[in-house]
Structure formats: structure tokens, C-alpha cells
């Protein structure tokens, strides 16, 4: 990859980062009917996290959260007759939905067993099918400027305490995949909030790589500087790995790590690929961390003299998802984790950082973009842009990922500091 701090950025802070612009209702709470569930593996009964959760027939949809739970705010009069679940390694499922609000739905999904490993015209040389599914990408992708949705949020542990939680609404506004550049790509915080840890203990000002932009910057398919690149691809080496099913298609899926060494960091993962369409579905890359050095400057921006800083991960994930013939970018999360201490201090502390991005709607081939004016720049920090602001009703109609009981318990506690 090329020097993923120059390509991957968007600043966010500790001590620091999280949401809120001008409140705007979207609309009358009555017109709207809320389909909650859980999803559920049908063979062991546990949560299964990340799954998409789409309306059938429409660009509407969110993905669940780490207890399987999700929510879908719909317009009555668009109320769906049926939902479609897929998540990978799973058989699609499909349910039906009354008009009025139903019950709390629980969705059963089935693992999709003995996978046939058919013969495949490329299945000796996955780099080549690498290389046909970049030069396919203009054919399978948004060939329009397309205007999204998203629902962000970003927490920040220390340890195993929350001392940071921000959620905004994005609008992202994409050009087309028929030119891989991102420069006219922009990002709009619509509405959000944060809250902060009120202990001066809790303060720790450093900047590192993420941010709302990372809907532009990590989508690896759009951003030819990041990953998926021609002449990147001779840094590694790759390697074939078992077949999976994703939203009922198979899958090559490809690993890959650096055969190099380079003045900068690079990543290593898996590529899942459409085996008919030969469309990038899935990535999933973390950053090679032997070298400190390099994974420092990769992931730092600038901390106080006198911190030690010392990561231990940056990762991605990244999924896509097919509608009607063209693949959309559907999810991106990023996880750093890294500990800190001062000189002369005997112990360090460990910080984690996660990042989510949904999209939650998507105008296809829309004429609407975002002013220089108001998108969210690179050098931004997202907590410079928001205000303290917490109340329940707050998101109104928009769809989001659905927060977990121990987010909702550190929602409180923080909470209760800022009183």
C-alpha cells in the first residue's frame, strides 16, 4: 500500500473526538414504521455480528451490532413486504413483514456447508484474478455519482472503560468508478453528537489516522492510491484460500502479504472476489506490524513530547454489495489499538479506537453535491466540529446501527460526568 498515512487519513483524538451539527427533523415519527430483530445462527444460536440487513428492493438497510440486534426506520407507505439478511459464509435469508409494527423479529440463518472447490479457469494464479477483477471494476461498479447515507460512529477505550463515544450522519457524495480517483469524493456531517470522559486522567491528545472520511479514503475499490493498484500489486505475494458464500455467490478468496521491504508499512489480508462477476465483496487488511517504526508513522500524526506511543494494531474491513447487476460500498470499520506511557513511568495503558461506517440509502446517479464549504476536510478533527449533545429521540427517523447494552451502559456513566 502506499504509505497508508498519506492515503488513509482523517484525524482522530484522544481526548477529544465525537459529534454534533444542527438538528433537522426528517420527518413525522408517525409515518414511519421501526422493524427491529436479532439475528441468530440456526445451528449454535449465537449473535452474529456485521450481518447486512437490506429492504428488499430498495437501497434502504444497516447491519446489526455485536448482539446480533438491528433497527430499520421505513416510511409507511414504503413499508416492505420482506427483508433480506445475508452475511458471509451464510445462505441469504428472507422474511416478510407485516404493515403494522411487528413483534420483535428473530432471524435464523443457516451456515452454507460443503463448499465445492469446482475448477476454476484462473484457480492457479490468484494475482491474475486480481488483476481482472481491477480491470472489471469500471464495468461492475457505480458508472454515475452516486449520494449516500451513512451512519458513523467512533468509541474510544482506555482499557476497558469508554471514554469516548461520537455518531454523526454522513452524506457522502461519490463520482463515478469509471475514474478511480477520489479528489471531487466529499463527506458531509449531517447531524450528530458526543460524549467525553470529564476526567482530566482520561486526556490524552494524540492524533491518529481515521475519521468520517474514511467512507472515501478506505474504500479501496474507488481509492486507486490504497490498495488496488497495478504496480502495488508487485509489493505482494498472494495465495488461494477455501471458497465462501456471500449474499448466496461464491467466492474466490485471496490472501496476500509484502514480499518487500519498503520505507514505509504494508498491509496483509484477504480479498474476496465475485467468481462470476469478479467484483471485489469483501477486504480484510491490517497493517504489518514488525517493524514499530514504520507502523508508528503509518498510524501516528503527533503526540505530546515526552508520550511514548506503541501500536499494536490498525485494521480494516471493507464490504460490498450487489444490486440489480452494479456493487455498491455497503460497510467500513477500522480498529486501532495502541498503549501509551510517559518516561519514567513504570506501566503503560492501553487505548482502543473503532471506527463504523454504514450506508444506510443511496441515491443512484444523483446531481446533487456537497460545497467545498461543507464537506469534512482531511485535516479536520471531528470532535472540532460537533457540540455536546445526548438525548433519546435525538436521531428522529434516520437509520443507524443499533448501539449494545455495554455502549448504552458507558453512554450513562458518561453521561452522568457531564452533569
Avoid at 119 to 132: C, G, H, L, T
Avoid at 157 to 172: F, H, M, N, P, T
Avoid at 255 to 273: Q, S, T
Wanted: charged share 25%; proline share 3%; net charge positive.
Amino acid at each position: 500500500m502506499k504509505n497508508v498515512e498519506k492515503h488513509l487519513v482523517g484525524w482522530l483524538t484522544i481526548c477529544l473526538l465525537l459529534c454534533s451539527f444542527p438538528v433537522w427533523a426528517q420527518g413525522d415519527a408517525g409515518d414511519y414504521l421501526t422493524i427491529v430483530g436479532m439475528v441468530k445462527d440456526k445451528q449454535n444460536k449465537k449473535a452474529l455480528e456485521n450481518v447486512n440487513v437490506s429492504v428488499h428492493g430498495s437501497n434502504i438497510g444497516t447491519v446489526t451490532n455485536a448482539e446480533g440486534e438491528f433497527a430499520l426506520k421505513l416510511k409507511k407507505t414504503d413499508a416492505p413486504s420482506e427483508l433480506e439478511i445475508s452475511h458471509i459464509g451464510y445462505a441469504n435469508s428472507h422474511v416478510s413483514i407485516e404493515k403494522e409494527a411487528p413483534a420483535k423479529l428473530t432471524v435464523w440463518m443457516t451456515p452454507h456447508a460443503n463448499l465445492l472447490n469446482e475448477v476454476v479457469v484462473y484457480a492457479n494464479d490468484p494475482r491474475m484474478i486480481v488483476e481482472k477483477a481491477i480491470s472489471k471494476i469500471s464495468q461492475n461498479y457505480s458508472d454515475k455519482r452516486d449520494m449516500l447515507t451513512g451512519f458513523y460512529r467512533e468509541t474510544v477505550q482506555k482499557g476497558r472503560r469508554y471514554i469516548g463515544i461520537s455518531e454523526a450522519v454522513l452524506d457522502v457524495s461519490k463520482t463515478a468508478y469509471t475514474n478511480r480517483n477520489i479528489n471531487y469524493d466529499k463527506v458531509r456531517v449531517m447531524k450528530g453528537r458526543r460524549l467525553l470522559s470529564q476526567k482530566a486522567s482520561d486526556t490524552l491528545a494524540v492524533k491518529v489516522v481515521g475519521g468520517p472520511n474514511l467512507s472515501v479514503t478506505l474504500d479501496v475499490v474507488k481509492n486507486n492510491d490504497a490498495l488496488l493498484d497495478f504496480a502495488e500489486l508487485n509489493n505482494y505475494e498472494f495465495w488461494m484460500a477455501e471458497s465462501v458464500l456471500i449474499d448466496n455467490r461464491m467466492q474466490y478468496v485471496i490472501n496476500f502479504r509484502p514480499k518487500v521491504i519498503l520505507m514505509y508499512a504494508l498491509l496483509y489480508g484477504k480479498l474476496y472476489i465475485d467468481r462470476e462477476r469478479l467484483s471485489f465483496t469483501r477486504v480484510e487488511m491490517s497493517l504489518d506490524m514488525q517493524n514499530k517504526s514504520k507502523a508508528t508513522t503509518a498510524i501516528l500524526y503527533k503526540k505530546p513530547l515526552g508520550l511514548r506511543f506503541k501500536p499494536q494494531e490498525l485494521s480494516y474491513l471493507i464490504t460490498y454489495k450487489t444490486v440489480d447487476g452494479r456493487t455498491y460500498l455497503n460497510y467500513i470499520r477500522n480498529t486501532i489499538r495502541f498503549k501509551c506511557d510517559w518516561k519514567r513511568k513504570l506501566f503503560s495503558t492501553s487505548y482502543a479506537i473503532t471506527s463504523e461506517m454504514v450506508v444506510t440509502d443511496r441515491k443512484e446517479g444523483s446531481l446533487e453535491t456537497i460545497p467545498n464549504k461543507e464537506a469534512f476536510s482531511l485535516n479536520q478533527i471531528f470532535y472540532d466540529k460537533v457540540d455536546e449533545y445526548w438525548h433519546e429521540g435525538f436521531w428522529g427517523n434516520y437509520n443507524i446501527i443499533e448501539p449494545t447494552e455495554s455502549l448504552e451502559h458507558a453512554v450513562d456513566k458518561l453521561k452522568k460526568q457531564s452533569n
